[in-house]
């Protein structure tokens, strides 16, 4: 079992729409949890960093982390074609060991 | 330089040949990594650098590959005699500093390496 899990999809919704991506995970030395948007051909870049449990939004996203069910989320609200890209969840134990899931393909159609 | 800056950005090689993989990271950041990624198969932890020393090595998956760091910035992954599984993307990475704390990891574009 790895110890991040993350459906890869691919993901497709409409313009306008709410996406809904979650990662969950089976080691509860994570401390810090991070979503990175990776566009084609390019590097991760990082989304959102939060390290306990409850929401953050920024902007269009909300990122939520359950540590007791050990689940984390990203929402993009009114979702725009420009957020078409790999997703990925990345988790810091607290031994500066970073995991990250296998990534979310979302395509956004105008 | 403004961001991580990886070469070369795509090389085919014959199975057999020996490949460099180059990084350049931001100036000033002390760690340094290196990702695999395969299709679908997320982000691989190859090798961690905090300054010119690998603490943390255990991601290499074995050893035809190996990494060196000089002067505290440039660093070189070497994959010996190249098979076809070694085929994936090589992503470099560098942070201000190997903390919980202050994990953001700024990453180059990678190195399709394709290996015939």
């Known amino acids: 079992q790895k110890e991040v899990e993350q459906d890869p999809g691919p993901l497709s919704v409409p313009e306008g729409a709410i996406v809904s991506l979650n990662c969950t995970y089976s080691n509860s030395a994570f401390q810090y949890f991070m979503w990175y948007r990776q566009y084609s051909r390019k590097g991760p870049e990082l989304l959102m960093y939060?390290?306990?449990?409850g929401n953050k939004e920024d902007g269009r996203f909300t990122a939520q982390v359950d540590k007791s069910s050990k689940y984390i989320s990203l929402f993009i609200r009114d979702s725009q074609p420009s957020d078409s890209a790999t997703y990925l969840c990345?988790?810091?134990?607290?031994?500066?060991?970073?995991?990250f899931g296998a990534g979310t393909t979302v395509t956004v159609r105008a | 330089g403004a961001g991580v800056s990886q070469s070369p950005s795509n090389k085919v090689t014959e199975k057999g040949k020996d490949v460099e993989l180059r990084c350049d990271p931001i100036s000033g950041h002390t760690a340094l990594y290196w990702y695999r990624q395969s299709l679908g198969q997320g982000l691989e932890f190859l090798i961690y650098?905090?300054?010119?020393?690998?603490?943390?090595k255990s991601g290499l998956p074995s050893d035809r590959f190996s990494a060196e760091r000089t002067g505290g910035s440039v660093s070189t992954l070497t994959i010996q005699r190249t098979q076809q599984e070694d085929s994936a993307v090589y992503l470099c990475?560098?942070?201000?500093?190997?903390?919980?704390?202050?994990?953001?990891?700024?990453f180059g574009s990678g190195t399709q390496l394709s290996v015939l």
């Open positions: 650098f905090q300054g010119n020393s690998a603490p943390d």
């Open positions: 939060t390290y306990s449990s």
């Open positions: 990475a560098s942070s201000l500093a190997h903390s919980l704390s202050n994990e953001k990891l700024f």
């Open positions: 990345a988790l810091i134990s607290n031994d500066y060991k970073l995991s």
